[in-house]
């Protein structure tokens, strides 16, 4: 049996060494490049779809009580909720898939000696990487797009929904006791805000010129009026204060107010960023900084995420094909097991690193990208040590 395996790996060998020097002596080395990325391309995409439907079949087994305890209807989940929870979970899942794709297809090709057959008939293994590093750079890419823009659309049902049916507790914070600086010299308190019918309470809004106060507006409620754009005061007073000393009083009734302001400056959610294509989520932040809003790390390091996480396709693609080029006892079980051990590393690094930026630990900036960046120097060292 030994003798017999040793001829059927020599005759492989043989076949794809053969093939080889056709494909580098016709310079016909894209032929390999493009059987090697429709088979991973194929294989990524198989993946991403059963991760769905995993994803999707687990979540609804943990929820389902919750769903019929609250009233939605399977119509709501299946036709609603869930199609709009598929692109978070494609944006989630792609790194995985990529991998697992990577490690099928490599693993497959160095257990049927595929790769040992290229490398002897003299392309190098770092050659063979081309395609997999062409199809992270273009998944990467499009991940970019993909979760900068069409993910924060479907999001926004997704969050609405969360709240509606499945949140055990409420999201929002910042509701009360509410302190906005809307301009340089003019600041907002208010004393309750009402996030679902946007009317704020016991309202006081100063305006300043140096150190001293010029007026100061007092409301017992302020409403937003979606049409204008604007701010309505039903009634106030309003009081104005001199240079001398003398303060005048005056009554307002259905008085508009221009802040730079808008309903979601005053009522935040932890998930509102998750919601925002990329430029809306810049130009909240900016806002927040503006008005004065603190405890940013938890919004920021959601922001940054947004660009670095898509870059964990390329790095495991790298990996993956790396690991699963070498041909090993056990054959695909060990390479879908070392492949899994690093994918479970690379979550587990994230989640704990997350908490150091929202605490303001670590700048939220580096906790965004820190995963990355090490397994990044990971994948590179590993390609750095493969044999040629």
């Given at each position: 049996m030994t003798?017999?395996k040793?001829?059927v790996c020599a005759?492989?060998?043989h076949?794809?060494k053969?093939?080889?020097r056709?494909?580098?002596?016709?310079?016909r080395m894209h032929?390999?490049?493009w059987?090697?990325?429709?088979?991973?391309?194929g294989?990524?995409v198989?993946?991403?779809g059963?991760?769905v439907?995993f994803?999707?079949?687990?979540h609804?087994?943990e929820?389902?009580?919750?769903?019929m305890?609250?009233g939605a209807?399977?119509r709501?989940v299946?036709?609603?909720?869930y199609?709009s929870y598929?692109?978070?979970?494609?944006?989630l899942?792609?790194?995985l898939?990529?991998l697992?794709?990577?490690?099928?297809?490599?693993?497959?090709?160095a257990?049927?000696?595929e790769?040992?057959?290229?490398?002897?008939?003299?392309?190098p293994?770092?050659?063979?990487?081309?395609p997999?590093?062409?199809?992270g750079?273009?998944?990467?890419?499009f991940?970019f797009?993909?979760?900068g823009?069409?993910?924060?659309t479907?999001n926004?049902?997704?969050?609405?929904?969360d709240?509606?049916?499945?949140?055990?507790t409420?999201?929002?914070?910042?509701l009360?006791h509410?302190h906005?600086?809307a301009?340089?010299?003019?600041?907002l308190?208010?004393?309750?805000y009402?996030?679902?019918?946007q009317v704020?309470?016991?309202?006081s809004l100063?305006?300043f010129a140096?150190?001293?106060?010029?007026y100061r507006?007092?409301?017992p409620?302020?409403?937003?009026?979606?049409s204008l754009?604007?701010?309505r005061?039903?009634e106030?007073?309003?009081?104005r204060f001199?240079?001398?000393?003398w303060?005048?009083r005056?009554p307002?009734q259905h008085?508009?107010?221009?802040?730079p302001?808008?309903p979601?400056?005053?009522?935040?959610?932890?998930?509102?960023v998750?919601?925002?294509?990329?430029?809306?989520a810049?130009a909240?932040l900016?806002t927040l900084?503006?008005?004065g809003?603190g405890?940013?790390g938890r919004?920021?390091?959601?922001?940054y995420s947004?660009?670095a996480y898509?870059?964990?396709?390329l790095?495991?693609?790298?990996?993956g094909?790396v690991l699963?080029?070498?041909?090993?006892?056990g054959g695909?079980l060990v390479?879908?097991g070392l492949g899994l051990?690093?994918a479970?590393?690379?979550l587990g690094?994230q989640?704990?690193?997350?908490?150091?930026g929202?605490?303001?630990i670590?700048?939220?900036w580096l906790?965004?990208?820190?995963?990355h960046?090490?397994?990044?120097?990971?994948a590179?060292?590993?390609?750095?040590?493969t044999?040629?």
């Amino acid at each position: 049996m030994t003798f017999l395996k040793v001829h059927v790996c020599a005759r492989r060998i043989h076949r794809f060494k053969a093939l080889a020097r056709v494909f580098a002596g016709c310079s016909r080395m894209h032929t390999i490049d493009w059987h090697i990325l429709r088979r991973v391309l194929g294989g990524y995409v198989f993946f991403i779809g059963a991760l769905v439907v995993f994803f999707i079949v687990l979540h609804f087994v943990e929820y389902i009580d919750d769903f019929m305890d609250r009233g939605a209807s399977m119509r709501e989940v299946f036709g609603v909720y869930y199609p709009s929870y598929i692109p978070e979970i494609v944006r989630l899942t792609s790194p995985l898939a990529l991998l697992l794709a990577c490690l099928y297809v490599t693993g497959r090709m160095a257990q049927n000696l595929e790769i040992i057959a290229l490398q002897m008939s003299g392309v190098p293994l770092r050659r063979l990487l081309r395609p997999y590093a062409g199809l992270g750079v273009a998944i990467t890419g499009f991940m970019f797009w993909f979760n900068g823009w069409v993910v924060p659309t479907t999001n926004r049902t997704v969050v609405a929904f969360d709240e509606k049916y499945l949140s055990r507790t409420p999201r929002q914070f910042n509701l009360s006791h509410i302190h906005r600086q809307a301009q340089p010299d003019q600041f907002l308190t208010v004393g309750y805000y009402d996030r679902e019918v946007q009317v704020a309470y016991r309202v006081s809004l100063q305006q300043f010129a140096g150190e001293r106060m010029v007026y100061r507006l007092d409301a017992p409620r302020m409403e937003w009026i979606d049409s204008l754009r604007a701010w309505r005061i039903p009634e106030g007073i309003m009081r104005r204060f001199e240079a001398t000393g003398w303060e005048q009083r005056t009554p307002v009734q259905h008085y508009t107010v221009a802040l730079p302001l808008y309903p979601a400056d005053l009522a935040r959610t932890e998930r509102d960023v998750e919601a925002m294509t990329l430029p809306e989520a810049a130009a909240h932040l900016a806002t927040l900084r503006r008005t004065g809003v603190g405890a940013l790390g938890r919004p920021l390091v959601a922001y940054y995420s947004k660009f670095a996480y898509p870059f964990a396709n390329l790095i495991l693609t790298l990996l993956g094909a790396v690991l699963a080029s070498v041909r090993r006892r056990g054959g695909q079980l060990v390479h879908f097991g070392l492949g899994l051990g690093v994918a479970f590393a690379y979550l587990g690094l994230q989640k704990l690193i997350e908490p150091l930026g929202y605490s303001g630990i670590l700048p939220p900036w580096l906790t965004a990208w820190l995963p990355h960046l090490v397994f990044a120097l990971g994948a590179v060292l590993l390609l750095w040590r493969t044999r040629t």
